[in-house]
C-alpha cells in the first residue's frame, strides 16, 4: 500500500489536469482491490466462506502450484490472495482507432509506456471516455477484462471476476497474467499480450495432461481453435481495409468496401462481431493474437520453457525494427 501511494504522488505530479483524473481513478480503483485482497488461506478458514468458493480457492491453489513448479512462472505473492470485487469485470478497456486506419489510437503512460488501450475501473467512465472519443470521429470498443497484470509490482490477487470459471479457464488466466511478469516490452502491446497468449495455451495444455483430464484438454483445443479462427478471419479483414483505406477511393466508397468487410465478418462470427462497422473491435482482437504464430515458432525450436522466456526478453530489450523483423 505505502509503495501504491507513492507511485500515486508521483504519477499526479507529473501529470496535467485530464491525466490526473485520469491516475487518480486508476490509482483509487486499485488500492480498493488490494484492499479488498485477503490471503487464501484466511478465506479457507472462514467459516462464512461457501464451500464451493473454498473448493474454487483449493483448485486455484494446484494451478498456482504448478505454474512456478512446472512452468517456471515467478514465485512470488501473486494468486496466494483472493478479492471479491461484487462486479463482473476488474476493468473495462477502450480500444480506438481512426475512421479509416486499423491501427490502435495509442494511449501512453507513466512507467509502462504505451499501449493500444484505456482502462478504468469504472464502467460508466469508460463508457464517457468511448463517447468522447467517438465524438472526436473515432470508431471506439469498450470490453471487459476478467483480470490484470501489475508486472510484478504488486501482489496480484486471485479476483470473484473468473474464480468460478472452468478450471482450465482460471489457469488460463493465472498463467497468462503471470507470463506479463516474465516478458514485457514497452510501447509494444502486441508483442506482449501474443506472448502471454502462447504461455497460456502452453501451460493449460501441459496442466490438463499432468491432471490427466482428457477430456477437458480436447474441448480447450476446439474452443482454442475457434478463437484462432476468429482471429485468422479479423487479420484477413484488417489486410483487405488496410488497403481500401490506403486507396485513393472516396470516403463515401470506403465506407461502402468497410461495411462489406464486416458484413463478411459478423456472418461468420454473429456472436462476437458488433453491428456496427468497427475498427476498434479489430484492434481489440489482433492485440490478443496476430503475432502468436510467430512465438509458437520460437517455442517450438526452443530446448525448453526457460530457453524460450530468455529468447522473447531478448526480442523484448531489442529496438523495435528489429523485434518485428524478427518475429515477421
Keep these: 500500500m505505502v509503495r501504491s501511494l507513492l507511485a500515486a504522488l508521483v504519477l499526479v505530479a507529473c501529470a496535467g489536469c485530464e491525466s490526473a483524473s485520469y491516475y487518480s481513478q486508476a490509482i483509487g480503483g486499485h488500492l480498493r482491490l488490494m484492499a479488498a485482497a485477503r490471503p487464501i488461506d484466511s478465506w479457507l478458514d472462514d467459516p462464512a466462506t461457501p464451500p464451493e468458493l473454498k473448493q474454487r480457492l483449493e483448485m486455484a491453489q494446484r494451478i498456482r502450484g504448478f505454474a512456478t513448479r512446472e512452468l517456471h512462472l515467478p514465485d512470488n505473492g501473486s494468486y496466494l490472495s483472493y478479492a471479491d470485487l461484487k462486479r463482473r469485470f476488474a476493468v473495462y478497456n477502450v480500444f480506438a482507432a ?4 486499423v491501427d490502435a489510437k495509442p494511449e501512453c503512460f507513466a512507467f509502462v509506456g504505451c499501449v493500444a488501450y484505456r482502462g478504468f475501473y469504472s464502467e460508466d467512465e469508460a463508457r464517457r471516455y468511448a463517447a468522447r472519443l467517438r465524438d472526436e470521429g473515432y470508431d471506439v470498443y469498450v470490453g471487459g477484462v476478467l483480470a490484470y497484470s501489475t508486472l510484478g509490482w504488486f501482489d496480484d490477487p486471485l479476483l470473484s471476476t473468473f474464480i468460478r470459471y472452468p478450471d482450465s479457464q482460471v489457469a488460463r488466466l493465472v498463467f497468462h497474467e503471470l507470463a506479463h511478469q516474465v516478458v514485457y516490452a514497452k510501447h509494444d502491446t502486441t508483442f506482449n499480450e501474443s506472448f502471454a497468449v502462447v504461455v497460456e495455451e502452453e501451460g493449460v495444455r501441459r496442466w490438463l495432461e499432468a491432471e490427466g483430464r482428457s477430456r477437458e484438454l480436447a474441448a480447450f483445443h476446439d474452443g482454442q481453435a475457434k ?3 476468429l482471429a485468422a478471419r ?3 479483414t484488417r489486410e483487405r481495409l488496410k488497403m481500401v483505406y490506403a ?10 468496401q468497410k461495411r462489406a468487410e464486416f458484413e463478411r465478418l459478423r456472418a461468420a ?7 456496427e462497422p468497427n475498427n476498434g473491435f479489430l484492434v481489440s482482437i489482433s492485440l490478443y493474437n496476430e503475432l502468436v504464430p510467430a512465438f509458437e515458432r520460437l517455442l517450438a525450436r526452443s530446448a525448453s520453457l526457460d530457453e524460450f522466456y530468455a529468447q522473447a526478453r531478448s526480442l523484448a530489450r531489442s529496438p523495435d525494427p528489429e523485434r518485428q523483423l524478427a518475429l515477421r
Excluded: N
Design 234 to 236: 479479423v487479420r484477413e
Design 269 to 275: 462470427f454473429p456472436q462476437f462481431v458488433p453491428a
Design 247 to 256: 486507396s485513393q477511393l472516396s470516403e463515401e466508397q470506403k465506407l461502402e
Design 98 to 101: 481512426p475512421r479509416f486506419s
Design 227 to 229: 478463437k484462432r479462427e
